[in-house]
């Protein structure tokens, strides 16, 4: 069992910077590959960028990358989201989640999620 809780959201201007912070609970964090998605207003959820359980392994979506980067500390049971050049269309709520498959892509390939953090990008 893995319980999440994200942190970090909020207001940035467009061109600005936030840091999401996604802390999980349980001991098994480390053998979790760890995901983001988000979800904007009358849109889909959407897959975002995930890491692997060792190594780092990564993969983004083409609409985050290069301004986007995932991270994690196992020895703090967190996963990091670093958000660079963030534009108005990044604003959504962006949810963490955890996985026993290697980098998927797909939300029901998840089987925890957190509640979410608001991201807001004002223009």
């Known amino acids: 069992q893995v319980q999440l809780v994200e942190s970090g959201g909020g207001l940035v201007q467009a061109g600005g910077s936030l840091r999401l912070s996604c802390a999980a609970s349980?001991?098994?964090?480390?053998?979790?590959?760890m995901g983001w998605f988000r979800q904007a207003p009358g849109k889909e959820r959407e897959f975002v960028t995930t890491?692997?359980?060792?190594?780092?392994?990564?993969y983004y979506a083409d609409s985050v990358k290069g301004r986007f980067t995932i991270s994690r500390d196992n020895a703090k049971n967190t996963v990091y989201l670093q958000m660079n050049s963030l534009k108005p269309e990044d604003t959504a709520i962006y949810y963490c989640?955890?996985?026993?498959?290697?980098?998927?892509?797909?939300?029901?390939?998840?089987?925890?999620w957190g509640q979410g953090t608001q991201v807001t990008v004002s223009s």
């Open positions: 989640a955890a996985s026993g498959r290697w980098l998927p892509t797909r939300g029901h390939e998840y089987g925890y």
């Open positions: 890491i692997s359980w060792s190594h780092g392994s990564t």
């Open positions: 349980g001991r098994t964090f480390s053998s979790y590959t």
